[in-house]
């Protein structure tokens, strides 16, 4: 993760097509800006993605609780 969002989907397709349906984590690398982490999130969840590591820089508190809420992936 984290080459830009366009890159990123078009990369996960590829590999789902070559290891087929498997348990895939995407380290984001705090590549986004945090109010674009959820629409981001959003479509790794739609490619199949279980969960998204650092999608934004993000320190705890009240902004991480409100991402997560946010977040459909932990």
Known sequence: GGQGAD??????????RAVG?????????RAYPVKEAPGYVARLAGEGVALAEDPCPLSPGRSFGELK???VLP
């Not at 890159?7 to 789902?16: C, G, M, Y």
């Open 7 to 16: 890159t990123d989907i078009a990369a996960l397709r590829e590999i789902r």
């Open 21 to 29: 349906d498997l348990l895939i984590y995407v380290d984001c690398n």
């Open 69 to 71: 809420a946010e977040c």
